[in-house]
């Protein structure tokens, strides 16, 4: 199965990126790869995540970060739907995006 990164999911991943970068630069990268190797893994493991608290998505959280990235398990693709820190308010639902990007690397 594919995974699919919607626009909104890559810009939180940049700006989580940039964030981090300003004061630890290798840090950022560290994180932002631990972040793509986890969401890497439902390609294989579409369930691996918990149910989500915004109907019909699951939670994957991102294993020594604060992160979860919310995501939903379609026919032919995972979507992630966005990258949150885990104290951030979620929003009651996900908006429906242009088309996600198929096999975008953020790290490109």
Do not use: C
């Not at 990268?29 to 969401?39: G, P, T």
């Not at 992630?80 to 490109?108: Q, S, V, Y």
Request: charged fraction near 30%; proline fraction near 11%; glycine fraction near 6%.
């Amino acid at each position: 199965m594919k995974v699919r990164w919607t626009r909104p999911a890559l810009r939180d991943l940049e700006q989580i990126g940039d964030y981090v970068s300003r004061d630890n630069p290798a840090a950022a990268a560290k994180l932002i790869a631990r972040i793509w190797e986890r969401v890497d893994a439902l390609a294989q493991q579409p369930h691996l995540g918990r149910p989500g608290r915004v109907p019909q998505t699951r939670e994957l959280a991102i294993a020594g970060t604060p992160f979860l990235a919310p995501y939903r398990v379609r026919a032919e693709a995972v979507e992630i739907l966005a990258i949150f820190h885990g104290a951030r308010l979620w929003p009651g639902e996900f908006e429906p995006g242009p088309e996600p990007n198929d096999d975008k690397d953020p790290t490109e």
